[in-house]
């Protein structure tokens, strides 16, 4: 079976480094991007199943970026602690399909990931 894509879209080195490990030790393809720009246009040529991406990063807003993904599954991951109304408001957008607190559980993330997969 093929291995799954995963693009992981966070402007922190670390984070994007530790998520595509941790991915890549349990099987994923992972792609990575630095902010919603490079997201955008990794898109144009890659498919991935699923996309992990940052709430926060500088360039365009996620609200903006996610208005230009059509059909694809995203799950949210965010340091910041976000209220249920902002949350609320993100998920209204049907390709959310999660909400990754960070700093995260890495059984967290990867049932997080499975469970969309």
């Known amino acids: ?9 966070d402007d922190e080195s670390d984070i994007r480094d530790s998520i595509k ?3 890549t030790k349990n099987g994923y393809s ?3 991007a630095i902010n919603g720009d ?13 996309i992990l991406m940052d709430i926060m990063m500088p360039g365009m807003l996620v609200r903006d970026v996610l208005k230009k993904i059509k059909g694809m599954k995203i799950i949210l991951v965010s340091v910041v602690r976000t ?16 909400f990754i607190q960070k700093p995260f559980d890495i059984n967290e993330l990867l049932a997080a990931v499975k469970k969309q997969l």
Not at 38 to 50: G, H, I, M
Not at 87 to 96: S, Y
């Open 1 to 9: 079976m093929a291995k799954k894509l995963i693009m992981v879209v």
């Open 38 to 50: 490079d997201c955008l246009e990794k898109l144009k040529k890659a498919k991935p199943s699923l």
């Open 83 to 98: 209220t249920e109304a902002e949350k609320e408001d993100l998920l209204k957008n049907p390709n959310i399909v999660g």
């Open 21 to 23: 490990i941790i991915l």
């Open 30 to 32: 992972v792609l990575t």
